[in-house]
C-alpha cells in the first residue's frame, strides 16, 4: 500500500493549481449576462402563464392505461406477436 505525506499532498495540489492558473481560453469569453430585477420578474410571470394554460395531461393517460389493462386484446393480435418474436429469434441466431 502507497502511503502520501501531507507535504507530497500539498505539492502536488500546488503544482494542479499552477497548472490550472496558465491554461488560457482559446478564445475571448465574454463578461456574464446579469438581468435586470424586472426582467426576471417578467420572465418568471411569463413562465407561470405558460404553466397555468398547459392543459394537465395526466388524467387522460391514466384512464388509457387503466383502460389498456382492463381491455383483452383480440387473439389474433397475440398470435401475430408470437410469429413475429419466433420469426425474430430464428433470424437472429
Do not use: C, W
Request: charged share 30%; net charge positive.
Amino acid at each position: 500500500m502507497m502511503q502520501i505525506s501531507l507535504e507530497e499532498l500539498r505539492k502536488v495540489a500546488q503544482a494542479y493549481r499552477g497548472q490550472q492558473a496558465v491554461v488560457q481560453p482559446l478564445e475571448p469569453v465574454p463578461a456574464p449576462f446579469v438581468a435586470p430585477k424586472a426582467e426576471d420578474e417578467r420572465l418568471a410571470r411569463e413562465i407561470a402563464r405558460m404553466l397555468a394554460n398547459t392543459p394537465d395531461i395526466r388524467d387522460e393517460r391514466v384512464h388509457e392505461a387503466s383502460q389498456s389493462l382492463h381491455d383483452k386484446p383480440p387473439a389474433k393480435a397475440i398470435a401475430a406477436a408470437i410469429m413475429r418474436r419466433a420469426i425474430a429469434d430464428k433470424m437472429t441466431r
